[in-house]
């Protein structure tokens, strides 16, 4: 495959932005070899600048549901611009976002929007902390919950993919009250509550993990963090940037019957344009400003074109048999991972939750960060450029999550099928 432009055009990008690009993982060190720079997105494609068209499962990392460029999520975006792109004032778009927000995710009674995951967790975080006037808070190994400082501690997606060192850069006082576990590990959560009795304002966690691969909970997980927060009297905060309303419609809360009191969202809420949002309790919530004391503030806040793209979103997303077909993809494509790995001998570990899928090259069920990183990550990179090679895109790290679209159908997902199929019978043993 011809990809002279896209290397010209890293060339180029290197030397004015760090890396190349405006965010670590996108620029393959995971994988190696040079970025593909997009021209454009077509449904379930993309197309790189020398015009080679892949069937995408990175999906811009999860917000694009509905594939690229659906024509609601279009015609929306393009009816709103028509009368303006930014207020800084409220509008009724905010209003029936944040009225289907939270018809949907079932712990959320109201909700604050942002604009970008990252501000979801830090700010969810600054309101536990201002409501329990306490300052610990544990977080897991391998999940990620944006750059904040504080949450650079053991994190997952590009600082797993680059493998950098806890924090580099981050002063010690930002980290020095966050206490980090292992996923999966209830005991050594409560071994944490025990260590700082009356200290521990929230334990945040993806209720399914998605920025080491995916990495579901085992049972009682769930369960249990929202046992020993309230025993504890700290806050549980579910960060569903990546699992909502993909894990299921309302979210993984909503799949494992397990209810936070503050929830992060990012990513699909937004239909592809800078969103994010933090909800919760009420008596919670209104804590934030101006309702409460709580300082958080946004000039593009509520932005209205993201606004109107994530309803259009939602709206589709919410049309009945819509959710189920997206759940069928990302099962059709764990099952032929798993059976072509089979058939080639290959040991493979495979998942879907929901409209998310993963895989690691692993002998044994992978259930934490530590097992993650026993994993084959060079297999990985050899399965991507395979599958880069017979035009499928997935995320080019082994520390992501696959995600599956409404427009993943017929001819894209047979091709993905026979790609898959054909790269674990002739490339990777
Ligand atoms: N950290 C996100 C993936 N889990 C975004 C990566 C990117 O956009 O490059």
Known sequence: MKTDTSTRLYRQAVRLMPGGVNSPVRAFRGVGGDPLFVARGEGPYLVDADGNRYVDYVLSWGPLILGHAHPAVVEAIQRQAAHGTSFGAPTEAEIALAQAVIELVASVEMVRFVNSGTEATMS???LARAYTTRHKIIKFEGCYHGHADML???AGSGVATLS?????RVPPGATQDT????YNDLAAVRARFEQFPGEIAAVIVEPVAGNMGVVPPVDGFLQGLRDLT????????FDEVMTGFRVALGGAQTAYGVLPDLTALGKVIGGGLPVGAYGGRR???EQVAPAGPVYQAGTLSGNPLAMAAGLATLRTLR???VFERIVAVAAALRDAIQRSAGAAGIPVQTVSAGTMFGLFFNDTPVTNYAEVKTSDARRYAAFFHALLARAVYLAPSAFEAGFAAL???GPALDQTLDAIDSVFRYDLN
């Not at 950098?164 to 580099?168: E, G, N, R, T």
């Not at 206490?179 to 292992?182: L, N, T, Y």
């Not at 309230?230 to 905060?237: E, F, S, Y």
């Open 124 to 126: 969810a975080l600054r």
């Open 152 to 154: 650079l501690v053991q």
């Open 164 to 168: 950098q060192p806890d924090s580099p």
């Open 179 to 182: 206490q980090s576990a292992p």
């Open 230 to 237: 309230t025993a504890h009297g700290a806050l549980l905060i």
């Open 283 to 285: 008596e919670i919530m």
């Open 319 to 321: 049309e009945p048999g």
């Open 407 to 409: 427009a993943h159908t």
